[in-house]
Structure formats: C-alpha cells, structure tokens
C-alpha cells in the first residue's frame, strides 16, 4: 500500500508539471568516478585558458559589461 501511494504521489507531482508546460527529459552526463575524467578536465580547462588569453576581443566585451553593472545589488 505504501508503494501505490507513494507512485501516486510521484504521478501527481508530476501531473502537475505538465499541467505548468513542463515535460521530462533525461541528460546523459560524464561518469566522473571514471579513471581519466579529472586529467581530461585538466586538459580541457587549460585549452579553454589559453583560448580566453589568445581572445582579445572577449576580454574587452567582459571588462566592458563587468564595468555595466555599478550599483547593482544582489
């Protein structure tokens, strides 16, 4: 009994996100625990690094909106 209510429940809750314009979706993402992942991530970051260095234009366009939000609150 506690299984059928407990189903029913997650059907409501569930329900009701549809009802709002939600659906589900199922996002596949990389097994960290896998051997290689943090070396990879390593990798990755430090060619991502050194293509932020190389993109002028990129770091004009943040210094520019970082110097747009004076007096912003959070």
Do not use: Y
């Amino acid at each position: 009994m506690a299984a059928f209510s407990l189903n029913a429940r997650v059907q409501k809750h569930r329900d009701a996100l549809r009802m709002e314009g939600l659906r589900p979706v199922q996002v596949w993402v990389p097994d960290t625990r896998r051997p290689g992942f943090a070396e990879e991530c390593r990798c990755q970051s430090l060619i991502a690094a050194q293509a932020d260095l190389a993109d002028t234009d990129m770091q004009r366009l943040m210094d520019e909106a970082l110097a747009d939000v004076g007096g912003w609150t959070a």
